[in-house]
């Protein structure tokens, strides 16, 4: 019996690849085989996943960028081949980047993700893929196109302002000023979720709050996506606030729409990317996870795209995860929480030895579940 171990980052706690190395070792402990295939969405960690599939032709550069609070910070760009560049948005602007001090709702850039596309350009980059997820802002790209060079202006000429709030200062758009080998180059958007620009399911009223902003700021950041997609509308980019993906890293898939990007759904091209069907069809089970289970998960996240391949293949698919808020039945066989695996460990610092005892655990109560059992 084969298990693929293909779990997203935990954030905060392990990487893809670590995460999917505890899994690992955990069924091998259960007495069967596995296969470790970490994934990604979009997100943080989608760069080395990407990284992990291309060794041959995989380079990284490094280079000092805007992080999201203006400050700079040192990101890397991923480079297969000559001309086709990998940006992880969430390297120059992501959460990763601040304290839990430093968060700033409304005034968060993405600006440093747009610098490292734009270096990618001016490099020669032809092709360049954007994984967006994991921001720290909620400006729905204004940032990023600055960096590119387009204007975001008030009604007197000048440039809005960093971040959401600046929005609610925009009158106009100008993409005449792009960087023009912008319009030379392919872009696609690897988005981790696949929500539109505002309402409900939106950045502002869905994530805004896990980046500090209260009640009232996102309200105002409601009111500031909405205004943005007016005036796009107003100067001709049609509607894409609705379009899947539009809301993806505060808004930012919106934004790489108005200059022309493609936007898919992060991880299934991640999932295509390492070969996640090929692995399915002599596996057993296969188990994936995250830091948290919620109804976020179901929006485009890697682990409900692997438990989506998992059922098309007929596999069963076990989710282990820090926290289990929802534990979708309707995607997952099982879903466990690594909270339950020992009252004493403190699940933040030893989270591989509780991948590997969940892993473990999953194996042996599949094996003595009879509904479940034909799988081994």
């Known amino acids: 019996m084969v298990a693929v171990c293909a779990p997203n980052a935990f954030k905060g706690t392990v990487t ?43 380079r990284v550069t490094r280079h000092r ?6 400050a700079p910070v040192v990101a890397r760009l991923g480079w297969f081949g000559r001309d086709e560049a990998m940006v992880e948005l969430a390297e120059a602007s992501g959460l ?26 001016n490099a020669g980059a032809r092709t360049v893929v954007v994984g ?43 993409l005449s000023t792009a960087l023009p080998a912008l319009s030379r180059c392919s872009i ?28 009232d700021d996102v309200r105002r950041l409601e009111r500031a996506l909405t205004r943005f ?36 759904a992060g991880a299934r091209l991640v999932c295509d990317s390492v070969g996640l069907d090929t692995a399915l069809r002599t596996a057993g089970v296969v188990i994936t996870g995250e830091g948290r289970l919620d109804r976020q998960t179901a929006t485009g996240k890697a682990p409900a795209e692997v438990a989506a391949r998992a059922a098309a293949s007929g596999v069963p698919c076990i989710a282990i995860a820090g926290s289990v808020l929802d534990p979708l039945p309707d995607l ?34 599949m094996r003595a579940t009879p509904s479940r059992a034909d799988a081994f």
């Open 132 to 174: 967006v997820g994991g921001s720290a802002s909620t400006d729905g790209g204004a940032g990023l196109l600055q960096a590119l060079g387009v204007r975001l202006t008030r009604a007197d000429g000048r440039e809005i302002s960093p971040g959401g709030a600046g929005l609610e200062e925009l009158d106009g758009i100008d």
């Open 332 to 365: 997952f066989t099982v879903a466990l929480s690594l909270a339950d695996f020992g009252p004493v460990v403190d699940p933040m610092a030893h989270t591989r030895a509780r991948l590997r005892k969940a892993a473990r655990r999953a194996i042996e109560d």
């Open 96 to 121: 990763r980047r601040l304290g839990t001090g430093a968060l700033d709702a409304l005034h968060a850039t993405s600006r440093g993700a747009g610098e490292l596309i734009r270096i990618a350009l």
């Open 65 to 70: 960028v805007t992080g999201p609070t203006g």
């Open 229 to 264: 997609a007016a005036v796009a509308s107003r100067h001709g980019y049609g509607d894409l606030a609705s379009i899947p993906g539009a809301g993806a890293a505060g808004g930012c898939g919106f934004g790489l729409a108005i200059a022309g990007a493609q936007l898919v």
């Open 188 to 215: 696609q958007v690897a988005c981790d979720t696949l929500s539109p620009l505002f309402g409900p399911q939106g950045p502002a009223q869905m994530f805004a709050p896990q980046k500090g902003a209260s009640a």
């Open 16 to 58: 893809a690849q670590a995460a999917a190395a505890a899994l690992a070792r955990g069924v091998r402990d259960a007495a069967a085989d596995a296969i470790e295939m970490p994934v990604a969405d979009g997100g943080d960690g989608t760069l080395d996943v990407l990284l992990r599939t291309r060794r041959s032709a995989a």
